[in-house]
């Protein structure tokens, strides 16, 4: 944490106090996390980028990738298997990790949902054998939590990094998240898996297109939370200048 301390305002967080100890303490962490999300992408993009499954508009060459073709028997890129379980086994650390040494935390209950439900969706997608587009949908959420990552650890630092790194976050989450997932990676697994016609394929459809809905109604629900977020601390900031001013002139 010796490399984040200098970075953390002093007038905001004093030398010495409980207060920058955990600004720290939260910093690196995020530091720690973006480092995991930039390696997953990169990982993930360089596994799949010769392959049939990347979509040109994450930087592939085909319009409509066949995610199912020859559906169980389909040819998988070299080491996607091995990048699935590194992916398995830095989420049950985490999971672990998190029991053990992050159950005071206010937001314990959330980041340990999000790990578990990280965990079934790697695990399933690895069972049926759908590790082309479980890698994908993984690549999408990495690539924008890597922008969240930068806007989390600009907080309280810099009054237009934080606004510049807001901006690249919404873009980011906007596009991969609220166009791409949805388009491109919920529509082509229900179309593409019933047609297939393989039982085990057509019978689990409904459920997992259902279940990948639901998440993705959970990101517009997140993306909702950072526009009022960023809507409270504009409020707030023009408040406590209109605070100020009454106060100069009494």
Same mark, same amino acid.
């Given at each position: 944490?010796? *490399?984040?301390?200098? =970075? ?19 910093? %690196? +962490?995020? =530091? ?7 390696? /997953? *992408?990169? %990982? ?18 085909? +319009?409509?990738?066949?995610?199912? $073709? ?5 040819? $998988? ?9 590194? /992916? ?5 650390? +985490? ?12 937001? *314990?209950? +959330? ?56 901006? *690249? ?6 596009y991969f998240r609220l166009f791409f997932f949805p388009i491109y990676v919920i529509k082509e697994h229900y179309l593409q898996g019933l047609a297939t016609g393989h039982p085990a394929m057509t019978s689990?459809?409904?459920? $997992?297109? %259902? ?24 409020? %707030? ?14």
């Open positions: 944490m010796r *490399f984040v301390e200098p =970075v953390i305002p002093v007038v905001k967080f004093p030398l010495g106090s409980q207060v920058r100890k955990m600004k720290t303490e939260m910093t %690196a +962490e995020r =530091v720690y996390r973006l480092v995991i999300y930039i390696g /997953c *992408f990169i %990982a993930s993009y360089l596994i799949l980028k010769d392959s049939q499954y990347l979509q040109v508009y994450l930087g592939g060459e085909l +319009e409509t990738p066949s995610y199912y $073709e020859n559906y169980p028997c389909m040819e $998988e890129p070299p080491h996607l298997d091995d990048f699935y379980m590194i /992916c398995l086994s830095y989420h049950l650390f +985490e999971t672990v990790y998190t029991i053990l040494y992050h159950y005071q935390r206010y937001d *314990f209950s +959330e980041h340990l949902l999000h790990h578990f439900v990280t965990i079934v969706l790697i695990g399933y997608s690895y069972i049926l054998k759908k590790l082309p587009l479980g890698c994908v949908t993984m690549m999408v959420m990495d690539v924008s939590d890597i922008f969240v990552c930068l806007f989390k650890m600009t907080v309280d630092i810099h009054e237009r990094l934080v606004f510049v790194t807001y901006v *690249f976050m919404l873009i980011g989450w906007v689990l459809i409904p459920i $997992e297109t %259902a279940c990948l809905c639901v998440l993705h109604l959970l990101n517009i629900f997140w993306f909702w939370l950072m526009v009022k977020g960023i809507y409270k601390r504009l409020t %707030a900031n023009k408040d406590d200048k209109l605070k100020n001013q009454m106060y100069k002139v009494k």
